[in-house]
């Protein structure tokens, strides 16, 4: 595997952690939205990864010989229809049903921050798997001196 190859694949999971950091905030700040501009609960939203494809023979090849990936990437960013809707007892509020009760999104902000320390950490070791990469490449670069 080159230099670049390595630097890629830590790139592709940095670039992936950081949307998945997006989303997990964006939950978080739609922890108490009751409806959208169409009326609508917001629903928590969830990323799915996948491998990145190969695109080149020798992409092929590494993968075929079972060395490398190619790194990773989203594939798509789901709502999570699993898990129920929270109801609170609130007639007050504006969108109360006629029993009196609110519908909530399914976010619960205790699984949101655990899911941000767990990105915030694999961004940090894509981080230190890039720069040892580049401390190593650079180190092989002096030898030449």
Request: glycine content about 6%; hydrophobic content about 35%; overall charge negative.
């Amino acid at each position: 595997m080159s230099a670049f190859g390595a630097m890629d694949i830590s790139a592709s999971g940095m670039t992936a952690q950081r949307l998945r950091t997006d989303i997990i905030a964006q939950n978080i700040a739609n922890v108490n939205t009751t409806r959208d501009e169409n009326g609508v609960t917001y629903k928590r939203k969830t990323v799915v990864f996948e491998e990145k494809p190969s695109n080149s023979f020798n992409d092929y090849l590494s993968v075929a010989s079972g060395s490398i990936g190619n790194g990773v990437k989203v594939s798509q960013i789901v709502e999570d229809t699993d898990t129920p809707m929270t109801m609170v007892y609130d007639p007050s509020h504006p969108d109360a049903n006629e029993e009196g009760y609110v519908l909530y999104p399914n976010v619960n902000t205790v699984t949101e921050m655990t899911n941000l320390i767990d990105a915030s950490r694999s961004y940090e070791a894509n981080v230190t798997a890039f720069n040892a990469t580049k401390s190593m490449t650079m180190q092989a670069l002096e030898i030449g001196k």
